[in-house]
């Protein structure tokens, strides 16, 4: 056999491969790999693949403690047979450990959801969120690329709003200019970039999602609005005096996460890959959502004073909405703290260089991908208000009956 021929059965024998493997997945179903499945995302995500028939496999980071409430109602036992959710001990920081996971599962799709998230630690952990937020990008990249797997896999980026930072434009949409105002931001302005470079010089199926903020009852408990939503929930069940928080006008355009999970979904499905802003076109400050959260249980909370000295105090509660959503028992003891003050400013929340305001325009989105959101802020803290309060109901009965209750302050 001559050299050309060889190379030439070489060719046809991975083109047929390639066409077996194509629709053995087609009838398998498909591949899915998250990192970042412990997560808020992830955790929807997960459910959301597993609906549609993929078999999903997530990288996990080994933690002192279980660390994966958020996927216990998908979790199955690893000695059953055909998982449809596999987990793997890894690390965004490990090139070798996402390489060897890659290229032992050969994913359809890769969805790179892990990260530090936290802006505000950002700034107490700039080295290690470079690494996990910006080379994590690259390690997965690189590992796609070095197992020949590019015209297999497509990668989705979790990119953020953050990029806009100090915004050059409103409403930001996908050809506004960068301008991070955070350790964090600048690290996943390197992912963004990394990943539209990969796309460019070896014609990747990668994309990015640049996604505002989106929140949910499993959103982590320090982020602004879930400490709000926990926060509420304990003062109106009097197991918590008042709430400090941080800067209270800068303004989020805040979507539900079971909204942009989809899109995440929607743009890798598309035959070419793109960039993609997913908001919802809409921006509250940080104290109309605190009085929106008191106002979805009845009670009126009205700010005065500014900067550090601002305060929100109790001026009015709607007996009947207070008692549909909490029940009679409570509101005897709530009443008598009208006139009192349950929110005031702690400077220590706020960030050497804040995001002030941000509001998308997913135009592209919602033309090309067919993607609407179906959650408006009320109903998405009715959905956070709701949970959090059953949860918090479910630590006032075992504090009554004498069991020990954490206290998570931060
Ligand atoms: P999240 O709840 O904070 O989840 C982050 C996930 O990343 C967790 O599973 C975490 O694991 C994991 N992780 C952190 N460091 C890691 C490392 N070194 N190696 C492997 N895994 C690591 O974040 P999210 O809200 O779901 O956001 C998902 C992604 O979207 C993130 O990349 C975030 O930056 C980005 N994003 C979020 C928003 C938003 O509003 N939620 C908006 C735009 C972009 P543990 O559970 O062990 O901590
Ligand atoms: O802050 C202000 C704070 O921490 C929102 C991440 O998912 O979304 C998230 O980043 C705003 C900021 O989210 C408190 O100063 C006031 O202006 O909920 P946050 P974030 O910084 O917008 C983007 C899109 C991401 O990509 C990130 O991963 O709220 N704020 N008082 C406070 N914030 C916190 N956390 N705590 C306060 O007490």
Known sequence: MTIDNHFAYKFIINYQLSIINCQLSKIMGKVALITGITGQDGAYMAEYLIKKGYTVHGIKRRASLFNTDRIDHLYQDPHVENRNLILHYGDLTDSMNLTGIIGEIKPDEIYNLAAMSHVKVSFDTPEYTANVDGLGTLRILEAVRLLGLVDKTRIYQASTSELYGLVQEVPQKETTPFYPRSPYAVAKLYAYWITVNYR??????????????????????????????????????????????????????????????????????????????????????????????FEEIGVTVDFTGEGINEIGTIVAVDKKVFNKKLGDHYYESFQKRMGEVVVKVDPQYFRPTEVDLLIGDSTKARERLKWQPYYTLPLLIRDMMDSDIKEMKKEAYLKEGGYKVLNYFE
């Not at 903020?213 to 320090?222: A, F, I, Q, V, W």
């Not at 400090?244 to 539900?256: A, C, Q, T, V």
């Not at 996460?257 to 400050?285: F, N, R």
């Open 200 to 293: 460019e010089a070896y014609g990747m199926h990668a994309s990015n999602g640049i996604l505002f903020n989106h929140e949910s009852p499993l959103r982590g408990e320090t982020f602004v609005t879930r400490k709000v939503t926990r926060a509420v929930s304990r003062i109106v069940l009097g197991m918590q005096k008042d709430v400090y928080m941080g800067n209270l006008s800068s303004k989020r355009d805040w979507g539900h996460a079971k909204d942009y999970i989809k899109a995440m979904y929607l743009i890798l499905q598309q035959d070419k890959p793109d960039d993609y802003v997913i908001s919802t076109g809409i921006t509250t400050s940080i104290r109309d959502f605190i009085a929106m959260a």
